[in-house]
């Protein structure tokens, strides 16, 4: 009788999708895509991935374009810190191994960004590895296969899940095997409805044997996230053609290192005030912006500002609304800049 994995592969064979990063085995390619699809659906990061690849087809081309302009690629996507983290490591692979994504496990998982999983992708896929991955995909196949009814995200759930990946893995095609988990999590062992009939591995899956399948995986209760009410300011210099609006460059978390409108809990003065501006501001807000993140839903308030003046420096500048286009701006400035219809 076929065993699990070979019912995995023949499915993935079939059944597949075709994607652009499944017809290479370019390591980088690999590393950029997996990067990418990390926290964001396929279907979003397929455009993404078609311009960043076009734009920097090689590490090497990756490592010598700034920042603003690899961030620019990336705006939309969110979690800028992944494109920030990716752009590091590629630079060290530059550096240090001469543009080749070493093979060696262990020098892969010391560049920076490079996890666990991202390093069994690459590990797998592109040099043919034996080499486990864990996503959220595979963890909910795994955990209805055998059952697994400890909660996500509690150690020893993470290790019993590495632990099976790394047994399932072993054989030939590691990578295509790891693709058909992740394929299998994404398209039939989905977390609602998922369509046991149409699986592979029906037969061999203990959660399907002892109805328990919507049952699994076990989640960890999750606090509700924070509401916080921010004041976000659109301070703006010059009229018409010749209008400009500041932003600035923080390590806020928020901004994930691109550039946003200054912004303080509660409070439009703090904001321009942190932000080392002065301006007209108008007293009353022009709108509101909701955004929510992991633990935390925003209400922003926008108010807008005129006559800005302050000190330009690589952290604060004044930006043509045209010029926007070529930073990394995030997606949450975007909608404020659009409320205050700058940008
Ligand atoms: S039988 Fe259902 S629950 Fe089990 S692995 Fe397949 S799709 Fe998932």
Redesign the pocket.
Known sequence: MASVREKLLTWFDREGRDLPWRRTRDPYAIWVSEVMLQQTRVDTVIPYYERFMSSFPTAETLAEADEDIVLSHWSGLGYYRRARLLHRGVREVVAEYGGAVPEDAEARRGLPGVGRYTAGAIGSIAFDKEEAIVDGNVSR?LS??FRIDTPLGVSDTTKRLWDEAAHLVLGDRPGDLNQALMELGAT??TPNN???HS?P??AD?E??THDE?ELLPVKRARKAPKQVTLAAVVAIRGRGADRKVWLIKGDQPLFGGLWGVPMAEGDARAALHQAGLQARLQTEPIGQVDHVLTHRRLRIDVFVASAARGTESKNGQLFTPASLQQVGVSTLTRKILQRANVG
């Open positions: 196949v209805r296969l039939v062992c998922p369509r046991c699986c591995i029906s899956c959660a399907l399948v």
